[in-house]
């Protein structure tokens, strides 16, 4: 699970420096459930830092990414979504309210997603979004 000194650890022994813009991305990741886009995130941050990028939080989310930290999400097709839970769940897109839920499967027969080997394929992730109404709309 994504966690700040693991991370900071992790990114110093790639050699990634830790500006204070790039801590205040890694900083917002923790525990989002958002699932926010890098222009959000971007949007956010910048009432705090004025001078912080659009590549600077696009590429310290591609790095999060590559170090194992974070999972990029295909939910709305305009761009990527980011979150930091990179247990294997589904994802539920309300049409209503836009909001993005986590749907976790662990120990539910219904929702059997089958990692390993299937037909010669080695499966070791997958991205399901599921879409309906919320409980919080219906």
Same mark, same amino acid.
Do not use: W
């Given at each position: 699970?994504?966690?700040?000194?693991?991370?900071?650890?992790? &990114?110093?022994?790639?050699?990634?420096?830790?500006?204070?813009?790039?801590?205040?991305?890694?900083? #917002?990741?923790?525990?989002?459930?958002?699932?926010?886009?890098?222009?959000?995130?971007?949007?956010?941050?910048?009432?705090?830092?004025?001078?912080?990028?659009?590549?600077?939080? #696009?590429?310290?989310?591609?790095?999060?990414?590559?170090?194992?930290?974070?999972?990029?999400?295909?939910?709305?097709?305009?761009?990527?979504?980011?979150?930091?839970?990179?247990?294997?769940? &589904?994802?539920?897109?309300?049409?209503?309210?836009?909001?993005?839920?986590?749907?976790?499967?662990?120990?539910?027969?219904?929702?059997?997603?089958?990692?390993?080997?299937?037909?010669?394929?080695?499966?070791?992730?997958?991205?399901?979004?599921?879409?309906?109404?919320?409980?919080?709309?219906?």
């Amino acid at each position: 699970m994504f966690s700040f000194e693991n991370t900071i650890q992790k &990114l110093r022994s790639e050699g990634f420096k830790l500006t204070p813009q790039r801590l205040a991305v890694i900083k #917002y990741m923790l525990g989002n459930k958002e699932h926010p886009s890098a222009l959000k995130i971007h949007k956010e941050l910048r009432r705090k830092y004025p001078t912080l990028s659009f590549s600077t939080v #696009y590429n310290t989310l591609g790095t999060l990414e590559k170090i194992g930290e974070i999972q990029s999400l295909h939910i709305y097709d305009d761009y990527l979504n980011y979150e930091p839970n990179t247990t294997p769940h &589904l994802h539920f897109l309300c049409r209503k309210c836009g909001m993005v839920h986590d749907i976790f499967t662990e120990g539910r027969t219904d929702f059997a997603v089958p990692l390993g080997d299937i037909d010669g394929h080695e499966i070791t992730s997958y991205s399901v979004v599921l879409g309906g109404t919320c409980k919080f709309c219906r």
